[in-house]
């Protein structure tokens, strides 16, 4: 998906911004989030410089750079945890999106076994719903919802499912083969969903920016004799946390941009 | 009632966090990290009062290992927490949805039951399900599940049960809609239970109090020359300690405060 046709619309201000940095092109996101950070460092350090008594600022290094260190340890235990979580979402997504392809697949064999009239009907179901799936819920999940279309398709699956009342012995054992396959389906929906669920996602942002910003901002009060030893330090500390912080930002939208898991699996189940 | 949470009753009145997480999103931020910063900021000042610069100066040279020290053993602990919590919030927000998904799924089952049978089972679903957003949400703040909701879970399990199915076809739906309890018990017991290691949680709060505390109180005997300095790195660390704390506070809540799951599913299950 391109970045210009992902709806931003619905979304609170932190989660448009997320997004619309997690669906750019990796070059540009990165290059905007870094590039921010370093201007801003650059500016900081400059009027810092231009503005503060020099000597007055050598002085803070002692006391500043023990309190620097602290606030180093808390921020990096918040980045752990917005990376660990996101590692876990995005790794959850990709899972259950692969368990929910191949039971829906294995449904769809087993299904195709039984001798019902209904037969077809469920197994065209299961392949509507798959093509919602890839064309309208892989972009909802870029907004941490459901698609409504994609809840419709699977419930008209069911209520198909339901429906096919087998009348002979065989058909009965088939169908109770494919009620585990039609239910792991579903909890594996729910997974994938309950994945990109955007929670407090906004406050743990609100929190994360704040610390980010406290992290560059902490360094400007640093005294040094030389003013280029002094930038280039800073530029780098910034680099390296906005780095991170846009890791965690790809790993946090799961279906967004050019680390996107991709819907192959449920392509896979409509070729075959 | 444990050990830690008597001690926080005795100190801080009837349940002073209970409390807490039931206020406005603003006034737990502004307890939290406003509280925070004016005993961080006081204590400095009361430091520089009683204790001249060059103390304070000559304290840095050798607090700061020891603040490092700290700080790692802090950083164990808040990383620790963050996590738990992260994962407690997560998990609760997944064993909702697998309940109104598998009840969802049950509800489909009973078609082949008798309409008089389909009727007191949707009756008895609704019922369950509003009694879980009406009086179960509130009691599992502290980790409990309401009688009614028992007693409710219990009525509408005997119905589903009640239809004896008497060809092919009704066992088969039968044997999805078992699928489907299976589904429903599984995550009603996962909820319930998401909140059990209720007193471990307030061990852990106590542990965290303390260190934070610990970390404040340390900052006040460092020392410059400038006091505004001083305050404002001071008010920089504070902050960033102490939006984490509100974060974790939140997070390790997720059935209470504004932050918190809402039961709207189950509302809507109800209608």
């Known amino acids: 998906m391109t ?5 931003l619309n619905g979304l609170d201000p ?3 911004i997320l997004l619309w940095l997690a669906v750019q092109p990796v070059g540009v996101g990165a290059g905007l989030l870094i590039g921010g950070g370093v201007l801003i460092t650059v500016a900081g350090i400059t009027a810092l410089t231009l503005l503060a008594d020099r000597a007055t ?3 803070n290094n002692l006391v500043g750079g023990a309190k620097f260190a602290f606030l180093a340890q808390v921020f990096a235990a918040l980045l752990a945890f917005v990376l660990v979580d996101g590692g876990i979402r995005y790794t959850n997504a990709r899972g259950s999106l692969q368990s929910e392809a191949s039971a829906l697949r294995l449904l769809d064999e087993t299904v ?5 009239s209904a037969r077809e009907d469920i197994r065209a179901a299961i392949r509507a719903y798959a093509d919602t799936v890839i064309r309208s819920e892989f972009i909802s999940m870029q907004q941490g919802r459901e698609s409504p279309t994609a809840a419709v398709a699977i419930n008209h699956l069911i209520d198909l499912y339901v429906a096919a009342a087998p009348a002979t012995n065989r058909d009965a054992m088939i169908k109770l083969q494919a009620d585990s396959f039609l239910t792991r389906a579903l909890s594996a929906r729910a997974d994938r969903i309950n994945a990109v669920r955007p929670g407090l996602k906004t406050l743990i942002w609100v929190i994360v920016a704040f610390n980010t910003g406290l992290a560059i901002t902490f360094s400007w009060f640093f005294g040094n004799p030389s003013y280029i030893g002094q930038l280039s330090m800073s530029v780098l500390l910034t680099t390296a946390i906005m780095t991170v912080v846009y890791t965690a930002i790809l790993l946090n939208h799961p279906f967004s941009g050019d680390l996107a898991i991709s ?4 392509h896979f189940l409509l070729g075959h | 009632m444990s050990q830690p949470e008597a001690l926080l009753k005795d100190i801080f009145g009837q349940g002073y966090f209970q409390w807490l997480i039931h206020q406005p999103m603003e006034l737990i931020l502004l307890m939290i990290v406003g509280g925070g910063l004016v005993f961080i900021v006081g204590g400095v000042l009361l430091a520089n009062n009683y204790m001249t610069a060059e103390e304070l100066i000559s304290n840095t040279l050798v607090g700061t290992f020891k603040f490092m020290f700290l700080a790692q053993i802090f950083t164990g602990v808040i990383a620790f927490i963050m996590v738990e919590a992260g994962n407690r919030y997560a998990n609760a927000e997944a064993y909702v949805d697998a309940e109104v998904r598998g009840l969802q799924l049950l509800t489909k089952t009973v078609s082949r039951m008798p309409l008089e049978n389909q009727t007191r089972f949707h009756d008895a679903m609704k019922e369950y399900a509003k009694s879980v957003a009406e009086t179960e949400w509130p009691m599992m703040v502290t ?8 007693a409710a879970f219990r009525r509408m399990l ?12 009704d066992r088969s739906v039968v044997a999805l809609g078992n699928l489907a309890v299976a589904m429903v018990v599984e995550a009603r017991t996962n909820r319930l239970n998401n909140n059990v290691s209720k007193e471990f949680s307030d061990f852990i709060w106590v542990s965290l109090l303390g260190l934070v505390i610990i970390t404040a109180m340390f900052n006040w005997f460092f020392g410059t020359r400038s006091l505004l300095s001083q305050v404002v790195m001071g008010i920089s660390l504070g902050a960033s300690i102490l939006t984490c704390i509100f974060l974790v506070f939140l997070l390790s809540n997720p059935f209470a405060g504004d932050a918190a799951i809402r039961p709207t599913p189950f509302l809507e ?3």
């Open chain 1, 3 to 7: 970045p210009a046709s992902v709806p």
């Open chain 1, 14 to 16: 932190v989660a448009t």
């Open chain 1, 57 to 59: 600022l050598i002085e």
């Open chain 1, 112 to 116: 195709s076994e039984l001798g019902l």
């Open chain 1, 263 to 266: 819907p192959q699996p449920f």
């Open chain 2, 143 to 150: 980790g409990d599940d309401s009688p009614v909701s028992r």
């Open chain 2, 158 to 169: 005997g119905v589903y049960f009640s239809f004896n199915p008497t060809d092919t076809a």
């Open chain 2, 269 to 271: 299950l109800a209608e």
